[in-house]
Structures are given as structure tokens and as C-alpha cells.
């Protein structure tokens, strides 16, 4: 008799064609693996995220919600889910915001090194103008001034061209982080321009901002909406 495919945990990385959905450990709703954090087992007993859904072993998914993960930690859901005893931190939904924020600081400084990105004010500008930013960067505790004059500017083109502004802005990094990510000091505004590793940037800073705000189907949905 074949044993029943187990609902809670895939089969590794590698021993299938990737799936588009899975099951949500904690509502127990089929979602598309976008809105979903994988987690494993590592060789420690301990839980531990899997961001690029490439680490070993069974996984188990939990809605990219800092709410959703919490949930799961207080019911017990990850020895639940794993069929064994293992260690999960209490910190795990701190933890996994520090390793997701991680992971657009690397994004964007690949996005930098393949010269898709654009710091200083003066320099964002000019990109604006010239018809080149795919999206702008604000530090997320930068000031509201020079956020409304880089706005003023992509109105004023959109205005000239008769079209309507369809820049997007992310705010998801602070201005220390920014810093890390592009090798400079005091940097409060950049500009991405389009490209490959300008795509993989917005992607991660998108699970970023759903793990800080989707905590419900309505907040999902806005946010599927603003990639449309």
C-alpha cells in the first residue's frame, strides 16, 4: 500500500518539479509560495528560516507574516508539522525579520555592483529626469522633505509626457543600511534602474514589507495589487 503524501512538509528542493502553492502550516490555506517563509530542521534540532527555498531536507510553510510565525511558535506548530521533537527560539518571528532585512541589504548591493543603482540626491534626480529609475529608494528614517521633492519631480515628467507617474518608492531599509549595502555614508535616497538584479531587489523587499504588514487576506491582496 503507498504511503499518503504528508500535507505539512514537502519533499526537499530537489526531489521534485517546485511547486507554485503550498499549505500554510498555521491557517491551513493554500497560498502561492510567494506569500509563504519555508522552514527546516538543521542538523541541530533547531528551526531555522529557508529565504531561498534551496536548504535541504523536508520543509515546512508558514504565511510571510510576522503574526502567522509567532502563532506557530505558541502552538507548538513546528513539532506539530516535523512529527519530532525540535527547538524552535522564541525570537524565531525577530529572527526571521532580521535575516529577511538581511537579504535585501544583499540584494541591493548586487543590484549596485551590476550598476543598477544610483545614490545622492543630485544623481537620483538626474536618473528621474532622464528616464531611467525603475523604482526610488528612501531610507525608511530619512526626512519627508527630500522624499517630496524627488515626488514633485516624477509628477512634473509624468505631467510633460501626459502620463501617469508609475514610479514605485521603497522605504523598507534604513539609512544605516543603505550604508551597508552601498559602500557610502549618509545615503537617504537611490535610484533603481531596470535590470536583473534590480528585479531580485523588489521581490525580496516585497516579502519583506507582506512578513511586516500581511497579516490578513485583505493586506495580501493590496499587496498583490500593488505589483499588478
Given at each position: 500500500?503507498l504511503?499518503?503524501?504528508?500535507?505539512?512538509?514537502?519533499?526537499?528542493?530537489?526531489?521534485?518539479?517546485?511547486?507554485?502553492?503550498?499549505m500554510c502550516a498555521?491557517?491551513?490555506?493554500?497560498?502561492?509560495?510567494d506569500?509563504?517563509?519555508?522552514?527546516?530542521?538543521?542538523?541541530?534540532?533547531?528551526v531555522?528560516?529557508?529565504?531561498?527555498r534551496k536548504?535541504p531536507g523536508?520543509?515546512l510553510?508558514?504565511s510571510?507574516?510576522?503574526r502567522?510565525?509567532?502563532?506557530a511558535v505558541?502552538?507548538?506548530?513546528?513539532?506539530?508539522?516535523?512529527?519530532r521533537?525540535?527547538?524552535?527560539a522564541p525570537?524565531?518571528?525577530?529572527?526571521?525579520e532580521?535575516?529577511?532585512v538581511?537579504?535585501?541589504t544583499?540584494a541591493?548591493?548586487?543590484?549596485a555592483?551590476?550598476?543598477q543603482?544610483?545614490?545622492?540626491?543630485g544623481?537620483?534626480?538626474?536618473?528621474?529626469k532622464?528616464?531611467?529609475?525603475?523604482?526610488?529608494?528612501?531610507?525608511?528614517?530619512?526626512?519627508a522633505?527630500?522624499?517630496r521633492?524627488?515626488?514633485?519631480?516624477?509628477r512634473?515628467r509624468?505631467e510633460?509626457r501626459?502620463?501617469?507617474?508609475v514610479?514605485?518608492?521603497?522605504?523598507?531599509?534604513?539609512?544605516?543600511?543603505?550604508?551597508?549595502?552601498?559602500?557610502?555614508s549618509n545615503?537617504?535616497?537611490?535610484?533603481l534602474?531596470?535590470?536583473?538584479a534590480?528585479?531580485?531587489?523588489l521581490?525580496r523587499?516585497?516579502?519583506?514589507v507582506?512578513?511586516?504588514?500581511?497579516?490578513?487576506?485583505?493586506?495580501?491582496?493590496?499587496?498583490r495589487?500593488?505589483?499588478?
Amino acid at each position: 500500500m503507498l504511503a499518503q503524501a504528508d500535507p505539512d512538509l514537502d519533499d526537499g528542493p530537489r526531489t521534485q518539479k517546485s511547486a507554485t502553492t503550498r499549505m500554510c502550516a498555521v491557517s491551513r490555506e493554500v497560498r502561492p509560495i510567494d506569500e509563504l517563509i519555508r522552514f527546516v530542521v538543521a542538523p541541530t534540532g533547531e528551526v531555522v528560516p529557508d529565504l531561498k527555498r534551496k536548504l535541504p531536507g523536508r520543509g515546512l510553510w508558514v504565511s510571510a507574516s510576522r503574526r502567522s510565525i509567532a502563532e506557530a511558535v505558541r502552538r507548538h506548530q513546528f513539532s506539530k508539522g516535523f512529527k519530532r521533537d525540535v527547538r524552535v527560539a522564541p525570537t524565531l518571528p525577530a529572527d526571521t525579520e532580521t535575516l529577511l532585512v538581511r537579504s535585501v541589504t544583499e540584494a541591493l548591493a548586487m543590484a549596485a555592483k551590476a550598476g543598477q543603482v544610483v545614490s545622492g540626491f543630485g544623481k537620483v534626480e538626474d536618473a528621474l529626469k532622464a528616464g531611467e529609475t525603475a523604482a526610488l529608494i528612501h531610507a525608511s528614517d530619512g526626512a519627508a522633505d527630500g522624499i517630496r521633492k524627488l515626488d514633485a519631480i516624477v509628477r512634473q515628467r509624468g505631467e510633460k509626457r501626459g502620463e501617469s507617474p508609475v514610479i514605485a518608492a521603497v522605504n523598507v531599509l534604513t539609512s544605516a543600511e543603505l550604508d551597508l549595502a552601498l559602500g557610502r555614508s549618509n545615503v537617504i535616497h537611490a535610484a533603481l534602474l531596470a535590470g536583473p538584479a534590480s528585479k531580485t531587489f523588489l521581490s525580496r523587499c516585497q516579502l519583506l514589507v507582506r512578513y511586516r504588514m500581511a497579516d490578513d487576506d485583505k493586506t495580501a491582496e493590496a499587496a498583490r495589487n500593488s505589483r499588478a
